[in-house]
DNA sequence: AGAGATCATGCAACAGAAGTGCATTTAATG
DNA sequence: CATTAAATGCACTTCTGTTGCATGATCTCT
């Protein structure tokens, strides 16, 4: 068993060969990826197994969705230590408006609003547009 | 000239019946609207020429984008003193997962974040999600 | 090992949003 | 009024996200 498989294992989550795949896949990039993007990663893959094992590792806590102000939505793997299922783990993304990819700054937590008592906050969303270090130094 | 042609007028876009209608449609919400809202509220609406108007509206500075994790876009007025094209207008959104509508909270501005120098930040957004004052007292 | 149940995958199809090209209508200008 | 530019309507396309259902793979229990 392999360290992947251990991984998803301890998530409750098969460790099948398609899956083994694309865990591997998003630990090989340090950017959040679409559903696209895996797809066009393994011409062999049906949009809907991917589709559906994003929806599986989410809902396992193996990766988190980023709304990125793209209307595309991305997913990251969660760092050991965040757990976005029970508390929020909220730290803020980088959308690069340059090259388009988005990174989570996992360092860099969003800070706490007050907001109107009227409002119950469960949830928030920070991302920061602009050019990414990739970009900037050329 | 009614006060919705002259604030037309004074941002370069030509006040035709469509435009002010749709410009009299956001002003009588306080939340902020997809397309498909207004292609909704007026039966004969072309889809189209509501795309361009919001198209021309964010252009001319009317009204502002707002990405809220729905990944469907609203667009809501831009208030009084709201310089959208210049240096963005930084005030949060509150978007409530129980009603879906989104709200600008134009009093709430977003603060600074220190990022790591190799990033350039141009913009930002943040979206608070949870339950709205509409929801919460019922 | 074999039978039955459960889960994962593949295929097809659909819904909704966003966007483009082009013809036609409407409005501005001299 | 004639010319020109801008706005609208219509048709069509692309892309993302999503579901239903049949089939294939895997687990469990005897
Ligand atoms: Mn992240
Ligand atoms: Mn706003
Ligand atoms: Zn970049
Ligand atoms: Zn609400």
Redesign the pocket.
Known sequence: MTEVEKTLDNKS??P????ILIYKFMASKNTAV???DIENAFE??????L???LK?FEEKGIVHQIDDGT???KFALCQPGCNCEIDQDLHLHFHCSHCDKTVCLTEHKIPHINLPAVYIAEDANLVIKGICDSCSDH
Chains 1, 2 share one sequence.
């Open positions: 989550v098969r099948t060969a398609m899956r679409a559903l696209t062999k893959a049906e949009r809907t197994t589709y559906r094992t599986t209307n595309i939505s």
